[in-house]
């Protein structure tokens, strides 16, 4: 997402704990369109004073921040009556909690200066349909779908626009649970009707799109891209077969 939105002209900060990931992040970018788009700041979401630092330093490096994008998160595959009350707590604190401290930090300012600004947040499909394995990851994204569609309404009049992507299963990472079992992975493939998994560019794409002013008019949405997924009967069946729901 870094790299497509600084191929698109813009220039960007990425944040989260950890300085070697970001510094990565933006090595990538500067060898591809050279230095000076990319820019890494350590924060983390779910301190609010850490957050409001990181959205300081990002002014002073951008000169004005026009749009955010939130995307941490966190999910490990586990039974409901195994999981942990610091588990669930952990992933509410991250996901739903945290997009709220880096949301309203950044939209207070935009209010404060009197100008507008693009939220966008990144959800799932199983935000509204549910999936075993995983609800305290979906409880806390049902969370932020509904802030979702709360601030996008609230500020939209402002100049605020709050909006949201939810990808469907991408191998990338931490989330390919599939990447050791063919089998299952092909299951999945059968399971959504595109008859392929996301391309992690289709998912820069679409939180371009609702940055740009081209959706200047999309207030509350989620762009679900999951292949129509979400659409078919075997949604996520296959969840009982991922590590630790055996």
């Keep these: 997402m870094a790299a497509e939105l600084c191929r698109l002209g813009a220039r960007v900060v990425v944040s989260g704990r950890t300085k070697d990931t970001l510094d990565a992040t933006v090595e990538a970018v500067d060898a591809e369109l050279g230095p000076g788009r990319a820019f890494a700041v350590t924060a983390d979401v779910r301190d609010p004073a850490s957050v409001e630092a990181m959205a300081g330093r990002a002014t002073e490096l951008l000169g004005a921040v026009d749009g955010l994008v939130n995307n941490a998160s966190g999910l490990f595959p586990v039974k409901a009556e195994e999981l942990t009350p610091n588990g669930f707590d952990a992933v509410v604190r991250i996901v739903l909690n945290g997009t709220w401290h880096c949301t309203s930090e950044v939209a207070r300012?935009?209010?404060?200066?009197?100008?507008?600004?693009?939220?966008?947040?990144?959800?799932?499909?199983?935000?509204?349909?549910?999936?075993?394995?995983?609800?305290?990851?979906?409880?806390?994204?049902?969370?932020?779908?509904?802030?979702?569609?709360?601030?996008?309404?609230?500020?939209?009049?402002?100049?605020?626009?709050?909006?949201?992507?939810?990808?469907?299963?991408?191998?990338?990472?931490?989330?390919?649970?599939?990447?050791g079992d063919p089998a299952v992975r092909q299951r999945l493939i059968d399971a959504i009707p595109a008859g392929r998994l996301l391309k992690p560019e289709e998912t820069a794409r679409a939180v371009a799109y609702l940055l740009s002013d081209d959706a200047s008019y999309v207030v509350g949405e989620v762009l679900t891209i999951d292949g129509g997924h979400h659409l078919s009967k075997g949604l996520y069946e296959f969840t009982d077969e991922l590590p630790g729901r055996s």
């Design 109 to 179: 300012r935009w209010l404060a200066a009197g100008r507008g600004g693009a939220v966008v947040n990144l959800l799932t499909p199983y935000a509204w349909t549910g999936a075993p394995g995983i609800v305290h990851n979906a409880s806390a994204k049902g969370g932020v779908l509904a802030m979702t569609r709360t601030l996008g309404a609230e500020w939209s009049g402002h100049g605020v626009r709050v909006n949201a992507v939810a990808p469907g299963w991408m191998p990338v990472g931490g989330t390919d649970f599939l990447a």
